[in-house]
């Protein structure tokens, strides 16, 4: 089992960008795919962006293509979601999760350990 926690969150007005940050700990990160979702109120839990545990693929949902970008740093059991471009539709608490696995995982069934979660709301 992995632990994860996000970090990043915040208030930011439309069009403005943040950086998450999601550490790792208690396994060896690098065996790891990781993945990032989003709920927001009163929907279901999506997925965001996800990452091959060598960095190598990524996959993003069509909602935040070309706006978002998932990155690792395996060195330092951390993963990344640098957010630009943001939309008030962005609003959710967004999670990291993890799978032991050699390629991408686009759905939540798919992650064995999950963060508590970070906060992001983009105001218009």
């Known amino acids: 089992q992995v632990q994860l926690v996000e970090s990043g969150g915040g208030l930011v007005q439309a069009g403005g960008s943040l950086r998450l940050s999601c550490t790792a700990s208690g396994r060896t990160f690098s065996y790891y795919a990781m993945g990032w979702f989003r709920q927001a109120p009163g929907n279901e839990r999506e997925f965001v962006a996800t990452?091959?545990?060598?960095?190598?693929?990524?996959y993003y949902a069509d909602s935040v293509k070309g706006r978002f970008t998932i990155s690792r740093d395996n060195a330092r059991n951390t993963v990344f979601l640098q957010m630009i471009s943001l939309k008030p539709e962005d609003t959710a608490v967004y999670y990291c999760a993890a799978r032991n696995g050699g390629s991408v995982y686009l759905t939540d069934n798919d992650y064995s350990d999950w963060g508590r979660g970070t906060q992001v709301t983009v105001s218009s």
């Open positions: 990452i091959s545990r060598s960095g190598g693929r990524t």
